[in-house]
């Protein structure tokens, strides 16, 4: 009884709003490739620790016993002769035991506090290429969303289509046996009612495969049916104008604030390049006991060391050339970057001005294909027009239902597009679909 009744909630579809999908998509254990940028912030963020240990002390214990030999004439010792003792020039072997903690704490070095403030805004990097992921993830998903939407309501078209010439045969057959018609205008009907079926065949199929690709990008299971409970805008969303977008997007954009973020890094990397030239400063120190194992005494060393840099064969200042070519590398790509933007936010709203009029001329021919059909269907029943008038009227009925549907997903496609390009994805979600 308890799988019967989880089978049957299973098979139930799964209501799907537009938020409700970029909210699973976007979920921790949504979105994969999502989730494999996201670990990118953790990898930036072990090497700031990393980096971060240079400020910190260096502790070291250690615990040493030694039996040693000495030849003290290997050490220079010449000893005079002749004297009333004699002192041998090999000793041992004797014991000695060594019991030591060391401590070193870097006090000043501008070379680590360079790039431990990189690594900082590498972090900063990684957190801003997140959120483009996020951005790129919340596009992938509303694109693949207003996909289906489009696929129902060309499905629907169809469905309509197909009741329309059906109604258009019963009318032609019916008209036969009046007497008024021709079996050839009963065959062209049943043609055209043909070339619907198989319309609405090939729409059924699209709509089957949006709705795997649907499911595929939010990171559910193929098997889980869905219903979408949002609809495609109508096209009344008013449309910024070019240079309030490109602000917004300069703003906004987090591939454009990761670029800077990247130049500031490497110009930090630069920075502490350079400042390996700097003297630094360090302190060091030990305390332990040392002895021959049963007496031991305690000693201690402290102190103050000043580390001049002087030459290195050249090696830093090939490092620091090579780093000057890359922060000229990362300025290069932000201003190629912000052009691209710029590029993307225009075109974007050229496009969406371009749908919003198709929209408007697709409603009139729509409304127009409806009336001359009407008007064919009262021409065709009285017998003043013959079958060709009503089948080129019903064509250009489908003509125009289409026209107007690829208006609409235009229009919504090109709303994506502008979101996107602004950075605003998130904050825009809610007023893509009704």
Do not use: C, H, W
């Not at 994969?32 to 910190?56: H, K």
């Not at 009336?371 to 017998?383: M, P, W």
């Amino acid at each position: 009884m308890t799988l019967l009744l989880l089978t049957l909630l299973a098979a139930e579809p799964l209501p799907l709003s537009l938020p409700k999908a970029i909210e699973l998509a976007t979920a921790p254990n949504g979105n994969l490739r999502l989730q494999l940028v996201r670990t990118g912030v953790e990898q930036a963020e072990a090497r700031r620790r990393q980096a971060l240990g240079a400020f910190l002390p260096n502790l070291d214990g250690s615990i040493g016993a030694s039996s040693q030999t000495r030849n003290l004439a290997a050490f220079g010792f010449r000893f005079p002769q002749g004297l009333p003792f004699t002192i041998p020039s090999f000793v041992g072997p004797f014991t000695v035991v060594d019991y030591r903690a060391s401590a070193t704490q870097s006090i000043l070095d501008f070379s680590s506090i360079y790039r431990y403030q990189a690594t900082k805004l590498q972090k900063q990097v990684a957190n801003a290429e997140t959120r483009n992921a996020t951005e790129l993830a919340i596009q992938q998903v509303a694109r693949a969303y207003v996909l289906v939407l489009k696929a129902e309501a060309a499905l629907d078209t169809t469905k309509a289509n197909v009741a329309l010439a059906e109604r258009l045969v019963q009318l032609a057959e019916s008209q036969k046996r009046a007497g008024t018609g021709t079996g050839i205008e009963v065959t062209r009907s049943k043609v055209q009612l043909q070339n619907e079926k198989q319309r609405m065949l090939v729409a059924e199929n699209d709509l089957e495969k949006s709705n795997l690709d649907l499911k595929r990008v939010i990171g559910l299971d193929l098997s889980q049916e869905v219903e979408l409970t949002s609809r495609m805008n109508d096209g009344s969303a008013p449309i910024p104008t070019a240079e309030q977008a490109f602000e917004t997007a300069l703003l906004q954009r987090p591939d454009l604030e990761a670029q800077q973020r990247r130049q500031s890094s490497a110009q930090l990397s630069l920075k502490s390049i350079s400042s390996e030239r700097l003297p630094s400063l360090a302190a060091s120190g030990d305390y332990g006991t040392i002895g021959d194992g049963t007496s031991l005494v305690p000693t201690r060393s402290i102190g103050v060391g000043v580390r001049v840099p002087i030459f290195d064969g050249g090696r830093r200042e090939a490092r620091r050339a090579e780093s000057g070519i890359l922060l000229r590398q990362e300025r290069l790509r932000a201003d190629d970057l912000k052009k691209q933007i710029e590029l993307e936010v225009r075109t974007s709203l050229n496009t969406l001005k371009s749908a919003r009029a198709q929209i408007e001329t697709a409603k009139l021919g729509l409304e127009l294909a409806e009336n001359e059909l009407a008007q064919a269907q009262r021409r065709t029943e009285a017998g003043v027009a013959n079958s060709v008038e009503l089948t080129d009227a019903q064509t250009r009925l489908a003509r125009a239902r289409d026209n107007n549907l690829a208006a609409l997903y235009l229009f919504n496609l090109a709303r994506i597009d502008v979101a996107a390009a602004t950075g605003s994805m998130e904050q825009a979600v809610k007023g893509m679909v009704q």
